[in-house]
């Protein structure tokens, strides 16, 4: 897995995003480059009456098409046609690049909540504790 030299580094959503973009995932994901892999979907519920019904809340990992490689776990909307709602960009809650993990900083401290998502590999992510996890 590319994260497994440089440990977890603990970001905000303005910065995740950035990097998202930045490392050009975005462009990646609205060009259908990736395999996506749906983690949850559950129907959406909510106080935003704009969404349609049927809409869904999915957590899904991006994976290259040519080795399988996660890049990024991302959060979405997706309407029943299969467009995206909200900002119709994915919201990414995990990035991997140059064999760091960065990761959503409300999941720090909330060792279940990240370990839902990362499994099987031991990473460092708060002082004192080693969690394992699995990407």
């Avoid at 106080?47 to 080795?67: E, I």
């Avoid at 029943?80 to 140059?98: C, E, I, Q, R």
């Avoid at 999941?107 to 708060?126: E, N, Q, V, Y």
């Amino acid at each position: 897995m590319i994260a497994d030299r440089g440990g977890v580094k603990w970001r905000s959503n303005k910065d995740l995003r950035r990097r998202f973009n930045q490392y050009g995932y975005l462009a990646s994901y609205l060009q259908d480059k990736y395999e996506i892999e749906i983690v949850e979907s559950t129907p959406f519920s909510g106080p935003r009456t704009d969404y349609r019904a049927g809409t869904r809340s999915q957590t899904v990992w991006l994976r290259t098409k040519t080795d399988h490689q996660k890049v990024a776990l991302v959060h979405r909307f997706v309407r029943p046609d299969g467009t995206l709602a909200a900002s119709g960009k994915p919201d990414p809650k995990v990035v991997f690049h140059n064999g760091v993990t960065y990761c959503w900083k409300s999941w720090r401290g909330h060792p279940t909540k990240t370990m839902r998502f990362l499994k099987g590999r031991i990473w460092p992510i708060m002082p004192r504790t080693v969690l394992a996890f699995s990407c």
